[in-house]
């Protein structure tokens, strides 16, 4: 069943990337996605289909746009920083802690803030992700936690655990 489920999953973006109906795009979109699902299948994670639940959809959708913003924000901090002639910039690498239990909840959250101009997340050990970040503004690492970590992680526990 989860590997009809990501069949399904994987024929339905062929279909909104290639945006038609025709059945020779079908039986090709099918055979890529049956041999996608074939090579890839064991990597899916078992409980990927339930971000089809509605209320675990739209939190998604919530969190996707959430990125979004502060991904806006986040490039203009980092403009402001390259441009500035002064480069106010105090890097360093910070531990933070988070309560996020499951993998794939833990992969979105390290690769938000990684595709978040001005940090990078570096690894994760226990229940701490080690972040450089391009301006540390605390040296208090429940703040830390709170400025990088939880904007995200709030919503990406409502959508994967």
Do not use: C
């Amino acid at each position: 069943m989860k590997r009809f489920v990501h069949f399904l999953l994987l024929l339905g973006i062929w279909m909104l990337l290639t945006w038609s109906l025709h059945w020779q795009d079908l039986l090709v979109g099918a055979f890529i996605a049956f041999i996608a699902d074939l090579m890839f299948g064991d990597i899916y994670p078992v409980n990927a289909v339930r971000i089809l639940n509605p209320v675990r959809f739209f939190w998604f959708v919530v969190y996707g746009v959430t990125f979004l913003a502060y991904v806006i924000k986040a490039n203009f901090d980092v403009a402001y920083r390259v441009l500035n002639i002064n480069m106010p910039i105090r890097p360093g690498i910070v531990k933070v802690r988070t309560g996020l239990k499951t993998d794939m909840a833990r992969t979105f959250l390290a690769n938000s803030i990684t595709l978040t101009p001005g940090t990078l997340s570096i690894d994760f050990i226990g229940d701490h992700l080690y972040i450089h970040w391009i301006n540390i503004t605390s040296d208090d690492a429940v703040k830390e936690t709170e400025i990088i970590v939880q904007r995200f992680e709030q919503m990406l526990e409502r959508v994967f655990e």
